[in-house]
């Protein structure tokens, strides 16, 4: 056999692998990943919610740290970023103070009769179609499970016949997720409703907060069966803390995002959700800064953001308003402080210098990643690089397939 015939006999062989990474590993999908998930009960969202999200924030923050010098104390920030970071995070909370909202329907609703639900989708639709809008939103309905299925369904359909126009930001979270069957009935729901509404393709969230979804009945982890199952209508994984750790008998004083189940449930999410363009977003804390423990809370949140950063999971739920200074401060903190190495390690990969790195293309894409999701959140300005080589980063961090 010449090299040739060998070479066309490896194509032949290897065309059905070939297509299937592709499939399977679509890669990044170019567009912004919100740093939070801002989780608000039905009966508690209107138009006025994310106005007065900020408006609490800023509240909280003059309260409890009114100025650059005290929020620097309380959370032990370095002193060469304490101004800076201060003047950031109120400027966001002026700006967009939330990047990511969720109307929920489920554990934060609670069950309700029929009736009441109901007006709730609709008033909570009409709200979220009028008023201040945020880069992402959506809703959490009820699970796919028997005892919610039906109501969940009603919910998403009413929800979405008095929403108006849907736009690339509408994201559906699908809560208690424990096979790969309810992801593909999700697909079949959101398939039908845009039949009968006449409605674009719909997006959803698969909630990892069971323990089916790390290990099914046969030892395998289901999670990448259901990103498979789900396709491109799958845009995220969310760990839910509290049901998936108390799943597990972890006793409720121990329950936390940094439990070491935690940690085994979001490294298998990460692992399942790499190279698909599928993002993976960390739980909650529900220590909340409220009363006297304002400063504790604050401390607690700060680092817990920061762990998740450094774990490479760059998204969160926020449970209430006073959480909102602590994770824009954490989140700044951590491109702060990385942009220079990040910045002289890109230049040099690029040809502009020395780094004192050796950084291959993986490496160079994640750097670049890393600039690109801090000027997209507001820890970065594009001033600091220059037209030409923004664009080379943004090419970096999304490489061409």
Same mark, same amino acid.
């Given at each position: 056999? /010449?090299?040739?015939?060998?070479? %066309?006999?490896?194509?032949?062989?290897?065309?059905?692998?070939? #297509?299937?990474?592709?499939?399977?590993?679509?890669?990044?999908? &170019?567009?912004?990943?919100?740093?939070?998930?801002?989780?608000?009960?039905?009966?508690?969202?209107?138009?006025?919610?994310?106005?007065?999200?900020?408006?609490?924030?800023?509240?909280?923050?003059?309260?409890?740290?009114?100025?650059?010098?005290? @929020? #620097?104390?309380?959370?032990? +920030?370095?002193?060469?970023?304490?101004?800076?970071?201060?003047?950031?995070?109120?400027?966001?909370?002026?700006?967009?103070?939330?990047?990511?909202?969720?109307?929920?329907?489920?554990? &934060?609703?609670?069950?309700?009769?029929?009736?009441?639900?109901?007006?709730?989708?609709?008033?909570?639709?009409?709200?979220?179609?009028?008023?201040?809008?945020?880069?992402?939103?959506?809703?959490?309905?009820?699970?796919?499970?028997?005892? %919610?299925?039906?109501?969940?369904?009603? %919910?998403?359909?009413?929800?979405?016949?008095?929403?108006?126009?849907?736009?690339?930001?509408?994201?559906? =979270?699908?809560?208690?997720?424990? /096979?790969?069957?309810?992801?593909?009935?999700?697909?079949?729901? *959101?398939?039908?409703?845009?039949?009968?509404?006449?409605?674009?393709?719909?997006?959803?969230?698969?909630?990892?907060?069971?323990?089916?979804?790390?290990?099914?009945?046969?030892? =395998?982890?289901?999670? #990448?069966?259901?990103?498979?199952?789900?396709?491109?209508?799958?845009?995220?994984?969310?760990?839910? %803390?509290?049901?998936?750790?108390?799943?597990?008998?972890?006793?409720?004083?121990?329950? /936390?995002?940094?439990?070491?189940?935690?940690?085994?449930?979001?490294?298998?999410?990460?692992?399942?959700?790499?190279?698909? &363009?599928? @993002?993976?977003?960390?739980? /909650? =804390?529900?220590?909340?800064?409220?009363?006297?423990?304002?400063?504790?809370?604050?401390?607690?949140?700060?680092?817990?953001?920061?762990?998740? *950063?450094?774990?490479?999971?760059?998204?969160?739920?926020?449970?209430?308003?006073?959480?909102?200074? =602590?994770?824009?401060?954490?989140?700044?903190?951590?491109?702060?402080?990385? @942009?220079?190495?990040? #910045?002289?390690?890109?230049?040099?990969?690029?040809?502009?210098?020395?780094?004192?790195?050796?950084?291959?293309?993986?490496?160079?894409?994640?750097?670049?990643?890393?600039? +690109?999701?801090?000027?997209?959140?507001?820890?970065?300005?594009?001033?600091?690089?220059?037209?030409?080589?923004?664009?080379?980063?943004?090419?970096?961090?999304?490489?061409?397939?």
């Amino acid at each position: 056999m /010449s090299l040739d015939d060998l070479l %066309t006999e490896l194509d032949r062989r290897l065309a059905a692998a070939d #297509a299937a990474l592709t499939a399977d590993y679509r890669g990044d999908r &170019g567009v912004r990943q919100p740093v939070h998930t801002v989780y608000v009960p039905a009966d508690r969202y209107d138009v006025h919610t994310v106005e007065d999200w900020a408006a609490q924030a800023r509240a909280v923050l003059e309260a409890y740290a009114g100025s650059a010098a005290e @929020f #620097a104390k309380v959370l032990d +920030l370095p002193p060469e970023f304490a101004d800076e970071l201060y003047d950031r995070v109120r400027a966001k909370l002026d700006r967009e103070p939330i990047e990511d909202l969720r109307i929920d329907f489920e554990d &934060g609703y609670g069950n309700r009769p029929d009736d009441e639900e109901d007006a709730a989708a609709i008033a909570a639709a009409q709200a979220l179609a009028t008023g201040n809008r945020t880069p992402y939103a959506g809703l959490r309905i009820k699970s796919l499970e028997a005892p %919610t299925r039906r109501r969940g369904v009603r %919910t998403l359909d009413l929800f979405l016949q008095h929403l108006g126009a849907i736009d690339d930001g509408f994201v559906i =979270t699908l809560p208690k997720v424990t /096979s790969v069957e309810q992801v593909e009935a999700m697909v079949l729901v *959101l398939e039908t409703l845009e039949q009968q509404r006449g409605l674009p393709r719909l997006k959803f969230e698969i909630q990892v907060e069971t323990p089916q979804a790390i290990l099914g009945a046969d030892g =395998t982890a289901l999670i #990448a069966r259901m990103i498979k199952a789900g396709g491109p209508r799958v845009t995220g994984l969310h760990y839910g %803390t509290y049901d998936y750790s108390a799943s597990l008998g972890v006793a409720a004083a121990y329950q /936390s995002m940094e439990h070491p189940v935690a940690d085994h449930a979001k490294d298998v999410m990460q692992l399942a959700a790499a190279g698909t &363009g599928v @993002f993976v977003s960390d739980g /909650s =804390t529900n220590v909340l800064p409220v009363g006297d423990a304002v400063h504790d809370a604050w401390r607690l949140h700060f680092r817990l953001v920061r762990r998740s *950063l450094a774990r490479g999971i760059y998204q969160g739920w926020d449970m209430h308003p006073a959480q909102l200074p =602590t994770r824009f401060a954490a989140t700044y903190l951590f491109y702060r402080e990385g @942009f220079d190495q990040a #910045a002289q390690r890109l230049r040099a990969y690029l040809g502009h210098g020395e780094s004192g790195y050796l950084d291959e293309p993986a490496t160079a894409a994640a750097l670049a990643g890393f600039v +690109l999701r801090g000027i997209e959140c507001g820890a970065l300005e594009t001033t600091e690089f220059d037209t030409a080589e923004l664009a080379k980063l943004a090419r970096r961090a999304v490489p061409e397939s």
